[in-house]
């Protein structure tokens, strides 16, 4: 069982930068493949970025260059570091854990309970 915490949201606007970070507990964190997830209103839960085991990385082509995600399996960590924020930006920020491949759907087996970010223009 994994148990996921994120913090580090709120209100910025456009062009600035926020870093969330996602706490996991658990003993074997660097066994599990670790993702970012958004919601938008009235939208359906898409793909951020993703970390592997290894520590390779994948990006939605709508962050890519802007968002970085970075895991410290130490302290049980994955950041998603944000830069240049766009309103379209704005949404609730998930964290996300499974074992095996890196995916780009939602079929992730540990969620958080998110947390909001919110981009004014």
């Known amino acids: 069982q994994v148990q996921l915490v994120e913090s580090g949201g709120g209100l910025v606007q456009a062009g600035g930068s926020l870093r969330l970070s996602c706490a996991a507990s658990?003993?074997?964190?660097?066994?599990?493949?670790m993702a970012w997830f958004r919601q938008a209103p009235g939208k359906e839960r898409e793909f951020v970025a993703g970390?592997?085991?290894?520590?390779?990385?994948r990006y939605a082509d709508s962050v890519k260059g802007r968002l970085t995600i970075s895991r410290d399996n130490a302290k049980n960590t994955v950041d998603l570091q944000m830069n240049s924020l766009k309103p379209d930006d704005t949404g609730v920020y998930y964290c996300a854990a499974k074992l095996g491949a890196l995916i780009y759907n939602n079929r992730y087996t540990y969620w958080g309970q998110g947390t909001q970010v919110t981009v004014s223009s």
């Open positions: 970390i592997g085991t290894s520590g390779s990385t």
């Open positions: 658990g003993r074997t964190f660097s066994t599990y493949t």
